[in-house]
T-cell receptor, first 117, second 113 residues
Framework: DTEVTQTPKHLVMGMTNKKSLKCEQH?????MYWYKQKAKKPPELMFV???????INESVPSRFSPECPNSSLLNLHLHALQPEDSALYLC????????????????FGPGTRLTVL | SQQGEEDPQALSIQEGENATMNCSYK?????LQWYRQNSGRGLVHLIL?????REKHSGRLRVTLDTSKKSSSLLITASRAADTASYFC?????????????FGSGTRLQVQP
């Protein structure tokens, strides 16, 4: 199974709502990532989890809160978002972020299209 | 600023023609990867080339890497309408030991049938 799944596919929320994005992989990967992508732009890294611990936070606003409950699951909790947070949110995983001189291939989910009203 | 910049930003060709996309980056790298993204979908890994490699092939794809010029190119031969997508290069950073990827600005390829 080489699939990364993300739910929901689409999400519309108001600025006062609390919602969560979910990501799951069963490839035994130990690194998981959240990216944000605006239209016609490249993905921008938000968070990296390595062995279920947060290893990189790209100075993301606190209204985005990641969580890695176990090695297969990654959540992104959303609260008090702004309309400019509307984007495609991509989850990815890779085998091992621990090798000192190598960066692994990343496997991406299909994304969640988020609209903030 | 972006670690990787790609050109052209957009490319339109006829089916059967070859498509070449270029990527430049700024810091020393361990490896460089190319990804493809169909409109509004997730990214799909195409090929990885390590810093000690100069050229790599995979099917109709050919990737070159010139670390002295900090640049890479992706060649798609005998293009098909199904190759229509955005293509991104992605690099890590050897200097900082940061093993997360930074994506280039991307090339939008349109293959006309």
């Amino acid at each position: 199974d080489t699939e990364v799944t993300q739910t929901p596919k689409h999400l519309v929320m108001g600025m006062t709502n609390k919602k969560s994005l979910k990501c799951e992989q069963h490839m035994g990967h130990r690194a998981m990532y959240w990216y944000k992508q605006k239209a016609k732009k490249p993905p921008e890294l938000m968070f990296v989890y390595s062995y279920e611990k947060l290893s990189i936070n790209e100075s993301v606003p606190s209204r985005f809160s990641p969580e890695c409950p176990n090695s297969s699951l990654l959540n992104l909790h959303l609260h008090a978002l702004q309309p400019e947070d509307s984007a495609l949110y991509l989850c990815a995983s890779s085998q091992d972020a621990g090798h000192p001189t190598s960066t692994d291939t990343q496997y991406f989910g299909p994304g969640t299209r988020l609209t903030v009203l | 600023s972006q670690q990787g910049e790609e050109d052209p930003q957009a490319l339109s060709i006829q089916e059967g023609e070859n498509a070449t996309m270029n990527c430049s980056y700024k810091t020393s790298i361990n490896n460089l990867q190319w990804y493809r993204q169909n409109s509004g979908r997730g990214l799909v890994h195409l090929i990885l080339i390590r810093s000690n490699e100069r050229e790599k092939h995979s099917g109709r794809l050919r990737v070159t890497l010139d670390t002295s010029k900090k640049s890479s190119s992706l060649l798609i031969t005998a293009s098909r309408a199904a190759d229509t997508a955005s293509y991104f290069c992605a690099t890590d950073s050897f200097d900082t030991g940061r093993r997360a990827l930074t994506f280039g600005s991307g090339t939008r390829l349109q293959v006309q049938p």
